[in-house]
C-alpha cells in the first residue's frame, strides 16, 4: 500500500484523511508504537486499511456505539489505551420544538468543527449523543448553547451503561446474488434495469463510496445508501429458498 494506490480509490478530503493514516500506520509499524486516528473514518477508509493490514500488526476499532459507521482506528494499541474520542450528550431545553438528526450534526459543525472530527449521533428522545475527538470536547461544552434556536444543555457522558444503542427495522430480502445491481432493486423495489440507472447516476452508495459499477459483488456488513429510500446494512445470509435465491437479513437506519 502506497500514496499512489490511495489515490486511486480516495478523492478529495477522504484521500487526505486516507494518506495521514497511511503515515501513522508506517510509523506505528517502524517503531512498533502505539498510533491512533485523530479522525471518526467512514466505512470505505477503514474497511479499506484493516483488510489490507490486520495480518502486519494489530488494528482496533472504536466509535464509541455499537453498531456505529464511523470509527477510529488505533495501529499497535500494545498499552490497551483509551482512544481519544468523549461521547457528549447534548439535550434539547425546549418544550416546543423537537430537534432532528441534521439539526443537531448542524449546529455542531456550525461553529467549525469539521466532520470527521465528529462519529455517528444518536438520538434518543430529547437527547443527541455524540462521540467527538476528544481535543474538542471542552470547545463544545462551552460554545454549543444553541442548536438552532433551540437551548442545549451539552455534558460528557461518564458510562458507556448510559448510551443508547442505533436503532434500525429488520426486515429480509431473498435475491439471485449478492451483486449491486439485484441487491439495490430488492433494497428500492425497482426493477434491475431501473437499479442500473441509479447506480450510473450516482445515487447508490457503498460504503460511502458511488465508484461501483453493476457486476460490484457486495459484502456482508456493507452499508447501502439509496437516496432518496434510505441506508442499510447487509447483515447476514440466513439461507436458500426453493428457487435458489439467497436469503438476505437486512437492517435499515431508523
Not at 508504537?33 to 488494528?59: A, C, G, H
Not at 434518543?124 to 481535543?135: G, I, M, P, Q, T
Not at 434495469?193 to 456482508?220: Q, R, T
Amino acid at each position: 500500500m502506497d500514496k499512489k494506490e490511495l489515490t486511486r480509490i480516495f478523492e478529495e478530503e477522504e484521500l487526505i484523511l486516507a494518506i495521514g493514516l497511511l503515515e501513522k500506520y508506517s510509523l506505528s509499524k517502524e517503531y512498533n508504537i502505539p498510533m491512533f486516528s485523530q479522525s471518526f473514518l467512514t466505512p470505505n477508509i477503514w474497511m479499506y486499511f484493516t483488510e489490507r493490514i490486520s495480518k502486519d500488526i494489530s488494528v482496533e476499532l472504536n466509535g464509541g456505539f455499537e453498531d456505529c459507521e464511523r470509527k477510529m482506528i488505533a495501529f499497535n494499541n500494545l498499552y490497551e489505551a483509551p482512544f481519544p474520542m468523549k461521547i457528549l450528550e447534548i439535550t434539547n431545553k425546549s418544550r416546543f420544538r423537537s430537534l432532528e438528526h441534521k439539526d443537531y450534526l448542524g449546529g455542531i459543525l456550525s461553529l467549525g468543527i469539521k466532520r470527521d472530527k465528529l462519529g455517528d449521533l444518536i438520538l434518543d428522545n430529547d437527547k443527541c449523543f455524540v462521540a467527538v475527538s476528544e481535543e474538542l470536547t471542552d470547545f463544545l461544552i462551552d460554545n454549543l448553547e444553541f442548536i438552532g434556536k433551540n437551548p442545549c444543555d451539552v455534558k460528557i457522558v461518564k458510562s458507556n451503561e448510559e448510551l443508547p444503542s442505533v436503532k434500525f427495522t429488520k426486515s429480509n430480502i431473498n435475491i439471485a446474488s449478492l451483486r449491486i445491481d439485484s441487491v439495490v432493486a430488492s433494497l428500492a423495489n425497482v426493477s434491475r434495469s431501473e437499479a442500473v440507472k441509479l447506480i450510473n447516476s450516482g445515487k447508490i452508495l457503498v460504503n460511502y463510496s458511488n465508484n461501483i459499477d453493476k457486476s460490484y459483488e457486495v459484502k456482508l456488513n456493507s452499508t447501502i445508501t439509496i437516496r432518496g429510500k434510505g441506508k442499510f446494512i447487509i447483515s447476514e445470509i440466513t439461507g436458500k429458498t426453493k428457487s435458489d435465491k439467497l436469503k438476505i437479513r437486512v437492517k435499515k437506519y431508523t
